[in-house]
């Protein structure tokens, strides 16, 4: 296996940015080496916690970005660019240097707590880059952001914060920040959207705004699947899902 | 010589940061190591660019935090406290693994560019943390950006980013994110300063601000190095002062 | 949890060397940071494979040598130095950075395969150094070096390497490099040893030499821990007992 | 630019080894990238001292790999093959992962001290990966190596070093080892060889040899540049060549 700490001068971020990479020293021939894109979620860094033999025995390279706590969107700020970033700048860097990335079927996403909110929100505004979105107890809190109050503050951040990850809160739910909002307008132009695979634990605080969110997509038949089991918002639950959603992505013989 | 990455986890940032740190592998028995903290520029990185030779022959260790595009300053958003990182956090953290910045005798600042801004203004808020400072072309912009109006941006960033750095640019002249309203609150308090060592390159952009608050200085009778020779914002210039001010820092013999 | 890469120069090795090292940011007033020297196996390299929720309940370090394929001896060449490395070298330069492995109480060492053998080995050449000793499926292969005939090799190398790293195999049984020659010292010298706690799965190669040892230790009546239990040489059964290895070291109340 | 740092399992180590990777950020559309390899000396470890500015300017990556201090040989114990590391199994690696490393022409070969000997002797044993050789103070210490005598030493390290290194002393005159060898096989077998260029500092320990291996080139009409200047082997000669020897391998318009 080959462990990569990749450190490039970003357009998006305006300063250097590190990814980490993990990827089969051995492919087979004439298999083209398929790619999944890793966001964490909040306080959290760029680790690859998909297990290695997954990535030997599905041939395909692990690429963990740091997302810093952006919840993977531009925000409002020069520099803040996290949704361009893992969307467009980070593919084409990964097409240019090690020639991976080519085209959606090849390039899947996952992500974990924020970090699976990014990954339904890339995956949803670059259909054409990401084939798969697998999205593990996703902070699906643009609701919640939405009514916030200037001045006010909730027990992770306050509304400076949301502000400039999300932009205006009181526009939120309009913007393209918003997961659906990004499917509204896939459907309206008759563009396919990735194949998506959400879960979440039952003893997890986001488990409103998950079935929210899973209403909204059986709402409008947008063919997903959606797993609930016992488990809290922690590193367990996603061990057990990780390896499921691995295999859905990448074991289609 | 030895050369450390380390990673911990972050109250300041609310998520993990990584330094880069450089210190001797022989030290001189009875002699405590001091510390220098290395501040990088805007777009920049940790990456220690004092000789090590330096390190080695006054013994002490350099210490470079990730600073990201923050200007060294607490923010508006939660996580966004650089200035804190830098004043507090981090010299607590140093005390306690590595006992070292035991007092502000041993531990001394120096920057460059947005990183001398912030060895100015860190310098100023901890006196009793910092010995001395040295500011190499220092983005010395309060002024610059206290005047900028909603909705604008200039060369570097928008209005939003100077906004989510510095605070409110229209209080920005009255606020602790000023260094000149620190100095001026040391004065009126009887605090000694940190002693500053202050340079600036002939053909940099920035010489005019760099000469207004050296003239703020001189005004105020606070003592203080100030040199200005050909040199443009530009590492040549930074090489030839980063040796002048570490020899000023360390050679008290 | 603070994560370190530290790179010195080696006088063992005459280069430099890295470790890894993994640490509690949180430290209990009062309790000193006891430390864990992890040894790593063949083609391995540094790597913490204990758990971090362990080392902060239990308040310690984990620090993680290189020791590239030496068997964790000193060899015969000039620069292969890595028995002294780990019983010497490494603890003073921990001692004399980070204030940590100040006696044997707070010191212990633990390893996996050829780390294991290491650990023995270490432990019981250096019994003032280390407090416990753990050792998972060790490489006891003492006894297969010695019958070791020149020009030959086996399914993992060629004498010159055995010999490389063992020293001449025909002189090996009498050698500070077979760990029942340092215990007859110890036990000679009435020097106490370290505890010993040594683990094999019933499907391990290595499993008929652990029997031989802990006979050996038996014989001798030495106190040790000797479990073995279904399992091969790989990560499962050394994943369950690192956790029942550490426990034994750190839960002491 | 970019920075990578690559861990991967080597074959020819039977372990995990690290390299270091600096290439350029933006690549100019149709013309491809190139390469250097990178050796450093004695007691020393990978890192690009190479100024990033050239490799942008160029087009070329720098990889630097890990050669601890094996004379960048095959010696005799298994997985110290670090002349088939950087000959082939290296090159491999890039070509497969970057898509660089393809063919002489782009791929050439610098070291300084240990590293230029291994520049040498790497470029003139696989002539068709390196079009190019630059060797700075290399340590041409083939003939003393030959002439030492078991169980003696030198001031650098013992004869089981040596022997380990560079196969039996003895024999190494006529050895593949030996830079002169591969030349004379090369010109016997009507192959080219890479391009050389060499310096030395006129106060070097080492010119002696130098000048020797010069003459052994010029006596067999081999083309070759030779430099000698006032220096020392010390940086201030290597920071003075690198520059030269990279313009001169990659200024070819």
């Known amino acids: 296996m080959s462990r990569l700490t990749v450190t490039y001068s970003s357009e998006c971020l305006k300063r250097n940015t590190t990814f980490e ?10 298999k083209p080496l398929q790619t999944l894109l890793l966001l964490h979620g909040f306080s959290c860094t760029a680790l690859c916690f998909v297990p290695e033999y997954l990535a030997e025995q599905y041939q395909f390279a692990v690429v963990c970005p740091n997302g810093e706590n952006s919840f993977w969107l531009d925000g409002l700020s020069t520099g803040h660019q996290f949704g361009t970033l893992v969307g467009e700048e980070l593919p084409a860097y990964l097409r240019r240097t090690f020639g991976i990335c080519n085209n959606a079927e090849d390039t899947h996403i996952l992500g974990v707590s924020m970090g699976g909110f ?7 505004k670059y259909p054409q880059q990401f084939g798969m979105i697998g999205a593990m107890s996703p902070a699906l809190i643009v609701h919640d952001v939405a009514a916030m109050q200037p001045g006010t503050e909730n027990e992770v951040a306050n509304y400076a914060y949301y502000r400039e990850c999300f932009g205006e809160p009181s526009e939120l739910l309009k913007s393209d920040n918003s997961p659906e909002v990004l499917a509204d307008k896939l459907l309206a132009g008759g ?3 990735p194949e998506i695979y959400m879960c ?7 488990l409103a705004s998950n079935r929210a969110f899973h209403q909204f ?3 409008r038949h947008i063919r997903h699947e959606y797993h609930e089991s016992p488990g809290e918002h922690a590193i367990p639950f996603w061990d057990e899902y990780t390896g499921k959603i691995v295999r859905w992505m990448f ?3």
């Open 21 to 30: 990479m993990v990827m089969p020293d051995s492919r087979q021939a004439g």
């Open 217 to 219: 997509l059986t709402d």
């Open 251 to 253: 074991d289609r013989r």
């Open 191 to 193: 563009i396919s959207l």
């Open 118 to 124: 990014g990954a339904l929100h890339t995956g949803l």
């Open 200 to 206: 979440c634990g039952t003893e997890d605080g986001l």
